[in-house]
Structures are given as structure tokens and as C-alpha cells.
């Protein structure tokens, strides 16, 4: 299994609801990414979770909060967001071979987010 | 700093050879990447290069690096439609844990 599956594909929310995003991987990797895509605009990156601890927050509003329950699964979760939060959110992962910089990520296909 | 530039159009006819050019700031990257996005999905790793490498080929991919100017690129030989799509460029650089940083993206448009 190579694969990072991500749900929902689309989420439609208002701002005052709450929701989150689900990312599962199954290769063993042991780093999971959120990031953040605008349309004709690269990823961005969100959050990094290495061997299920948060190292690496790009400070990012606290209205995402990011979930790593295991090492399989990492969530997104969503409160009071704003409009201009609407764009494809990407989880992604990696070996974390550590000791090197060659991190090979792996993507899910996205959640595709509008905030009305 | 970190930064990573590209060309964001590219146009060619089927057949030919796609070259995606790509500059980068960060001296202390060790690896390259070049990511494939197509339409609504994510992106799909395509190759990478070590930084001591000068060239890196596989199949009808070619990535040439010259640390000396930060410059890399990627040539698709004999380019296919099914090639279009946004080739992005990305460095890994270790700020207090790994992470990647993208390109903008090179939007490739093949023409048949």
C-alpha cells in the first residue's frame, strides 16, 4: 500500500462550524505534513509531525489545530475559519530516516476546502 | 534565506523535449526534488538529486544540477500529453526538523 488517503475529498463549512480533516497512511512512514495549496500557488507548509510529536508548527492560526493520534493517522481539525481559508489541504508523508535531509514525500490527493 | 524561483509557463508539441528550469537560494540543501501535479489531485514525486550529483537520469527524465549557480533542471524526453501538468521544484532544508520548500510551479502544456 502506497498510498495517503485523505477525507473528505471536498468540504463546504461556514464560519462557525466545526469539522475536520482526516489523513491515513499505511507504509510505516513515520513524519506526516499538512499543508496548505491556493490555487496556482505551491504547497505551503502547515504543521510537521515527527514519530507522532508536532515539530514543526509555521505559525499557523489557532483556529487549525492539528492531531496526530498514531502514527498512521494524522487530523486537521477546523474552527471558526475565515474565507480566505478556503483552498486544497494536502496531508503528506515520509520515511523520517533522520540523520539525512532526503525526505521523499508522499501526498494524498487533498481536501479541497470553501469556508462561506 | 529560502527560496526556490521557476518559469511558470511552458508550452511545447508532442515529441519534443520539455526543459523545466528552477533557481534556488539555500546552499546547505542536500536534496532536490522535482513533485508532478496534475488537475485536483496531489503531488506525485517524480525524481530527486543529491546535491553532489551533476545529473541524474531515469527513463525519459533528466534532472542536471550545478550547485556552483544553485540551478537545476528537469528534461522530459520526448514529451507526451499525458505530460501536462505543474512540475514543481522543491529543496529539503533542516530548520529544527526537515521540511520542503516548493516553487512555484511550472505549468507545462503540451501541444499535440
Known amino acids: 500500500d502506497t498510498e495517503v488517503t485523505q477525507t473528505p475529498k471536498h468540504l463546504v463549512m461556514g464560519m462557525t462550524n466545526k469539522k475536520s480533516l482526516k489523513c491515513e497512511q499505511h507504509m510505516g512512514h513515520r513524519a506526516m505534513y499538512w499543508y496548505k495549496q491556493k490555487a496556482k500557488k505551491p504547497p505551503e507548509l502547515m504543521f510537521v509531525?515527527?514519530?507522532?510529536?508536532?515539530?514543526i508548527n509555521e505559525s499557523v492560526p489557532s483556529r487549525f489545530s492539528p492531531e496526530c493520534p498514531n502514527s498512521s493517522l494524522l487530523n486537521l481539525h477546523l474552527h471558526a475559519l475565515q474565507p480566505e481559508d478556503s483552498a486544497l489541504y494536502l496531508c503528506a508523508s515520509s520515511h523520517a530516516s533522520g540523520g539525512t535531509t532526503n525526505e521523499k514525500l508522499f501526498f494524498g490527493s487533498g481536501t479541497q476546502l470553501s469556508v462561506l | 534565506g529560502e527560496d526556490v524561483e521557476q518559469s511558470l509557463f511552458l508550452s511545447v508539441r508532442e515529441g519534443d523535449s520539455s526543459v523545466i528550469n528552477c533557481t534556488y537560494t539555500d546552499s546547505s540543501s542536500t536534496y532536490l526534488y522535482w513533485y508532478k501535479q496534475e488537475p485536483g489531485a496531489g503531488l506525485q514525486l517524480l525524481t530527486y538529486i543529491f546535491s553532489n550529483m551533476d545529473m541524474k537520469q531515469d527513463q525519459r527524465l533528466t534532472v542536471l544540477l550545478n550547485k556552483k549557480d544553485k540551478h537545476l533542471s528537469l528534461r522530459i524526453a520526448d514529451t507526451q500529453t499525458g505530460d501536462s501538468a505543474i512540475y514543481f521544484c522543491?529543496?529539503?532544508?533542516?530548520?529544527?526538523?526537515?521540511?520542503?520548500?516548493f516553487g512555484a510551479g511550472t505549468r507545462l502544456f503540451v501541444k499535440a
Open positions: 509531525y515527527s514519530y507522532e510529536k508536532l515539530s
Open positions: 522543491a529543496e529539503s532544508i533542516e530548520t529544527g526538523g526537515f521540511k520542503t520548500i
